[in-house]
């Protein structure tokens, strides 16, 4: 399969969407994709882009896609985080994800980030095994927490009054 | 115990810094800190901030800290990551890390994250406690991977050629 990994553009945003419903579906959670495409097109371009993503492309539309935007380690200094590193079902095993990975760590190291993370469900096995087959850590006694949106809002009439 | 929680200012990058260096002690990994005190003063201060910073000072100096910055979440948008919340062991128990959580969530709604996240190690029972009681989800299915900057180059080296 011949694929160019190459920077995205705002056109590329439908097909970008679809890849992250895949992946939600993958995930068990396929009502939770809150994000529109006319979203997308507005956070990620622009003078302030809010991330930054990476294509795989066949000539015949795109397979695979990586995003990231920096994030800051009080530890390392600036680092860049990998959201999302999704290949369309019917692409996989082919190096897209492989490659897409790579365009990620030359990424890191062009812009100066001493660390790259991500986040990886802790029963995606061959994910996990790809991870650590490149030389990553995997921090199992590490936990992610999150307050989504109603948290916040109750949170705050709770706690603050607001 | 009193104390007024407010933007961190460069001057207050020492106090912060010895805050950093407590937690990573605590966290049982005393010689992780590469950030230096001049490191966080250029990277979060001037035109293009790598992070925001809100302090607990008690008018005697800095008890707490926490140092947050942007994130994008592709399912819910611009999100809120809050990388360290940290109050000095004999300022424990007197309410600043509430406080300086209350801030932070009330920044996270001011600028329109969808979302707040953050890390716990699985072992801190009190902080899950607290985070739980706050309303916060502690996803037990999520690992963190990082790969540090010894691991950036030594990838490059293997899959880039470079």
Request: net charge negative; hydrophobic share 40%.
């Amino acid at each position: 399969m011949n694929y160019t990994i190459r920077p995205a553009r705002e056109a590329d945003m439908p097909a970008v969407h679809r890849l992250i419903t895949e992946l939600a579906i993958y995930e068990k959670e396929p009502d939770a994709v809150e994000v529109t495409v006319e979203q997308l097109r507005e956070d990620g371009f622009g003078p302030n882009p809010k991330f930054q993503c990476f294509v795989a492309d066949s000539g015949m539309g795109v397979d695979g896609m990586a995003l990231v935007y920096p994030r800051y380690s009080t530890w390392k200094g600036p680092a860049l985080h990998l959201e999302d590193l999704i290949v369309t079902e019917p692409a996989r095993g082919s190096g897209i994800g492989s490659a897409l990975l790579t365009e990620v760590i030359r990424h890191a190291q062009h812009t100066g980030a001493g660390r790259v993370s991500w986040e990886v469900l802790d029963w995606n096995e061959p994910a996990i095994r790809f991870y650590k087959s490149r030389g990553a850590r995997i921090l199992r006694d590490w936990d992610v927490v999150q307050l989504d949106r109603e948290g916040i809002d109750q949170y705050l009439k709770t706690y603050a009054g607001i």
